[in-house]
């Protein structure tokens, strides 16, 4: 992202930030319309334009502040790298490298699938959210290929980004996993 300087699409940003975190993790990213996906990026980026650093009109994510945090000189070098790497791709080129070497994400895609999925297990599986960020989260009930989450805690609010229960059953919606609370099954 360093080495642009215009706008970049939204599409792009993701794109390239999901190729970004292969080689030095930052991101957690899940399946979606389009191939990977963080709602924690989206989140971040929303809070980067609050703070002014970034703006968003559209479909367009521009840097408008020319002195953002330090970045560490390794990951300087990685983003330089990737951002010429993949500089000649068109949005085109970028999915389907992406949907090729990454089928995985594919599954849920309006674009194209390369990969099939099915939810066609059955059984009771326990996951806890200590650690994870909701992107991290969601992947993992989709590998799983959990079709209900019962959340049974006593109080379903967190501080954590994207599990208050009412983000946690919209991002659940999204990927078409059905949320249901039921604090009576948690511990009191």
Do not use: W
């Not at 924690?40 to 980067?48: C, E, G, P, T, V």
């Amino acid at each position: 992202m360093l080495s642009y300087t215009g706008p970049i699409n939204r599409l792009r940003f993701v794109k390239l930030m999901f190729l970004l975190s292969r080689s030095k993790p930052s991101y957690d990213f899940v399946p979606y319309k389009y191939g990977p996906f963080s709602f924690q990026l989206y989140h971040d980026l929303s809070r980067l334009e609050r703070e002014g650093f970034v703006s968003t009109e559209g479909d367009a994510v521009c840097l408008i502040r020319r002195d953002p945090p330090k970045i560490d000189h390794k990951l300087k070098s990685i983003i330089k790298m990737d951002a010429q790497r993949f500089a000649s791709f068109d949005d085109k080129m970028l999915l389907d490298y992406i949907y090729d070497k990454y089928p995985e994400y594919t599954i849920f895609s309006l674009y194209r699938r390369t990969m099939e999925y099915d939810r066609n297990s059955k059984g009771i599986v326990t996951i806890g959210y200590e650690g994870k960020t909701i992107d991290k989260f969601l992947n993992e009930l989709i590998i799983n290929k959990i079709n209900v989450l019962m959340d049974v805690r006593r109080n379903a609010y967190s501080m954590k980004f994207g599990f208050h229960h009412a983000k946690l059953n919209n991002y659940l919606e999204k990927i078409g996993i059905d949320y249901i609370h039921i604090p009576q099954l948690g511990i009191p």
